[in-house]
């Protein structure tokens, strides 16, 4: 029963900080160290990566509409913007395929709390510096967006094989960089997200030796289904955020989280 409410708890933060600019990654390793959870089932790549499907299945129930391309609904030149925008999404994941797929297990050897907790900080400092420059967005929708932009933004996803780095964050600051809205940043996002968490998961799943007991499998199939009320709750509570405010109080908050690290490891390591 221990388990099963860690990994309940596990599920929540997956939901949360998945999608919000904070690093998941930094959260699961400090959350995981206040449970003691080191060894065991809830630790491994296979469910830390796995519980992602439930986050990503949040996405495609929220914006399938928008994801359908055939949707009967929608006019040929809707269906065509449709395909457009998928286009774009996928050219964006080609430098994570490519180098993503390369670098991912050597950069597990940097997963550790003074690597997160530096990423977190800079990460944190680079949300404060693009929001003080207060620039007007050249892009406000996917369909205004260029393929080459697209690709940029998918460069600044690679970043986050980095630990602590935020798969959200980097491409969230990377497409603002390049001079879209806060709102299409965030959108993008998300739609990034589908084939290439997708595809991590399954990876992990797939190669991975590890053989799960009944009782594992429903570990995991709660977390996954706690990961993908709470990404309900937390995407459409960034989507309505970011419509009136800026991304300063995730730079201020990653910064705080990032010497909360260092201190906690410190401390108590």
């Not at 300063?248 to 909360?260: A, C, D, M, T």
């Amino acid at each position: 029963m221990l388990d099963f409410i860690k990994a309940i708890i596990l599920g929540i933060i997956e939901g949360i900080s998945e999608w919000l600019p904070i690093s998941s990654t930094g959260h699961m390793i400090l959350v995981n160290e206040l449970m003691k959870t080191q060894g065991s089932f809830l630790t491994t790549d296979v469910f830390l990566y796995v519980i992602q499907l439930g986050a990503i299945l949040a996405i495609v129930t929220l914006y399938f509409h928008k994801l359908n391309p055939f949707a009967p609904s929608k006019t040929k030149e809707e269906q065509r913007a449709t395909w457009s925008m998928w286009f774009k999404v996928v050219v964006a994941c080609v430098p994570a395929a490519v180098i993503g797929l390369v670098l991912n297990d050597f950069m597990d050897h940097f997963e550790n709390p003074w690597v997160v907790s530096a990423t977190l900080i800079l990460y944190g400092i680079a949300f404060l510096f693009i929001e003080r420059r207060n620039k007007t967005a050249i892009f406000v929708h996917t369909n205004d967006m260029t393929y080459k932009t697209a690709l940029l933004i998918g460069l600044f996803q690679v970043l986050s094989i980095v630990p602590g780095t935020s798969r959200s964050g980097a491409t969230i600051l990377g497409a603002m960089l390049l001079g879209c809205s806060r709102e299409l940043s965030a959108e993008f996002s998300f739609f990034l997200a589908i084939p290439v968490m997708f595809g991590v998961s399954l990876l992990k799943l797939v190669t991975n030796d590890y053989v799960m007991t009944g009782m594992e499998w429903g570990l995991l199939l709660v977390a996954m289904l706690v990961a993908y009320v709470v990404s309900m709750i937390s995407v459409r509570f960034l989507v309505d955020y970011v419509k009136r405010h800026d991304f300063k109080v995730f730079g201020w908050y990653r910064i705080v989280l990032g010497i909360v690290v260092i201190l906690f490891f410190s401390i108590f390591r």
